[in-house]
């Protein structure tokens, strides 16, 4: 019985909330989907790893993509969020994973089963979370570890789509670049204290790790900032 409410939860979200059936020009928060279909307008099939994922439809930056006929691999600390990507995205790989630079197991932290905020970053979640925080215990892997053990072994990455609450960095430094080179990496930077006026992106960690690992910036929105990789052939 229980099951059978948790599958009529699921069709209720994805089919009455968020009509999965109508195809939608965007589902990004600030257009990112659109400006990733620009990067890739040549390509039509392609590989995409999408980690901090939340909903297969609700402000994804891979949602597009997947319409247009790629695939690839989803992960969220959210066990109902797997559930979702899974019922939607059967043909997806959908892992309720941590990512982070070591292999184990992480704290998470979180208010609602489903969230946008859901966070490993004790700090992140005492600074954003209003009311009660939960804690769950969650097994975490590397980014490369978890490639590795898929079906994209050695293969090349379209996209790579970080949306940590925090831990964006880790997932960053959790890969191995030199087998794995994302052709494009969109990724969340923003202030810990949320404040704007005095933000340097330039300044930032992630910045300077991907400047580093020969990546330009190409794009900037609010939150997510779209980076390609230097002498890259984006469409082969």
Known sequence: MKKFIEKIK?????YFRNRCFL???SYSLDIEDQI?????????????????????????NTALLY?????GINIDLSEYTIKLFKFLKPDDINLNLAVSN????LKFFYQKKLSKISTVNRNRSKKIFQG???????PCKKLTK????????NKK???????????????????????????AICVEIFPDEGNFKNFALKNTSSYKFLINKKYKLYWSGFFSHIFIARKSKLNN
Do not use: M, T
Request: proline letters at 2%; hydrophobic letters at 30%; a positive charge.
């Open 67 to 71: 319409d247009k006929g790629w695939n």
């Open 10 to 14: 699921i069709i209720h979200n994805l």
């Open 132 to 138: 009660k925080i939960k804690e769950k215990k969650i």
């Open 157 to 183: 990455i379209d996209l790579l789509n970080i949306d940590a609450e925090g831990h964006d960095l880790e997932v960053l430094k959790s890969l191995d670049f030199k087998r794995y080179r994302p052709k």
């Open 102 to 105: 070591r292999n184990g197991y």
């Open 146 to 153: 978890i490639l590795d053990e898929s079906k994209y072994k």
């Open 23 to 25: 195809k939608r020009k």
């Open 36 to 60: 990733i279909r620009k990067i890739f307008k040549q390509k039509k099939k392609g590989i995409y790893v999408d980690v901090g994922c939340y909903h297969p439809l609700e402000i994804s």
